[in-house]
């Protein structure tokens, strides 16, 4: 997931397990947008547009996307498309999007990814709040200024 920080409890029923949720700039990680704040959705009748898998926005997984008139969904428009480094997926796909990042990126044993994960006591990005406290994104939600 990318472009969104966010704080869970994974203890708490479903349905109110998120305590924060902001949207960061992905050049300074500077909040930009807050979705949740202490498990309330903020604006909840705002619009926010979603890159997924294809397969999650139709059902797949059983994720709750909206159906009827609120459903605005665009598919894959390049299927059989193979163009790039990486072309043994089709363009715009995951697949294809992981592969050619890949090739770019660390296709040499000098570029080569090789940094351990961050433990889940540490995360910033997905806080899961029973390895840590959540205070640092409360502190950035409250820090944040609605216009």
């Known amino acids: 997931m990318g472009g969104i920080r966010f704080s869970f409890d994974p203890t708490a029923a479903a349905g109110d397990r998120i305590e924060d949720a902001v949207f960061v700039d992905p050049e300074t990680g500077a909040v930009r947008d807050v979705r949740v ?24 997984d059983g994720y709750p996307f909206p159906t009827g008139d609120a459903f605005d969904f665009t598919g894959l428009l390049n299927a059989g498309v193979q163009t790039g480094a990486a072309t043994f997926a089709d363009d715009g796909t995951e697949q ?52």
Do not use: M
Request: charged share 25%; glycine share 10%.
């Open 37 to 60: 704040d202490d498990g309330e959705v903020v604006n909840p009748d705002q619009d926010y547009g979603v890159v997924t898998l294809g397969f999650l926005p139709t059902g797949g």
């Open 96 to 147: 294809d999007a992981l592969a050619e990042y890949l090739l770019a990126n660390h296709a040499t044993s000098e570029t080569a990814f090789d940094e351990a994960d961050t433990g889940r006591d540490l995360d910033g990005r997905i806080v899961n709040l029973a390895y840590q406290d959540g205070a640092e994104l409360d502190a950035a939600v409250d820090n944040f200024i609605f216009v």
